[in-house]
């Protein structure tokens, strides 16, 4: 079992920064084998969407929407989303999700992820 926990979440304006943390409790099972852990978001009405995934070997993968704007990095079990050049539509709530296995590129579909956090608030207005 994976617990996931997210933090720094905010309100900011249009191009601001925010940096988003996510931190899994699990055994030590979860660090030492195979893992994933990925960032969704989802704005009221819209679909829940893949923003960036890394991969325990640190291979990452990001929606092209934030390509050079949001940074993915971990740490053992947590896990960072920096976020910048905010804009208005980047608005939503961000997850936290993670399970295990081997990916050789990590996936941004929330159906491959098993494990999920309640989600931070990002607000950037204009």
């Known amino acids: 079992q994976v617990s996931l926990m997210e933090s720094g979440g905010g309100s900011v304006q249009a191009g601001g920064s925010l940096r988003l943390s996510c931190a899994a409790s699990a055994d030590s099972r979860f660090t030492s084998n195979n893992h994933y852990m990925g960032w969704f978001r989802q704005a009221p009405g819209k679909e829940r969407e893949g923003v960036a995934a890394i991969t325990n070997y640190g291979i990452t993968s990001y929606t092209d929407s934030v390509k050079g704007r949001f940074t993915v990095s971990k740490d053992n079990a947590l896990m960072y989303l920096e976020m910048n050049s905010l804009k208005p539509e980047d608005t939503a709530m961000y997850y936290c999700?993670?399970?295990?296995?081997?990916?050789?590129?990590?996936?941004?579909?929330?159906?491959?992820?098993?494990?999920w956090g309640q989600g931070t608030q990002v607000t950037v207005s204009s």
């Open positions: 999700a993670a399970d295990w296995g081997y990916w050789r590129t990590p996936p941004l579909s929330a159906s491959e992820y098993q494990y």
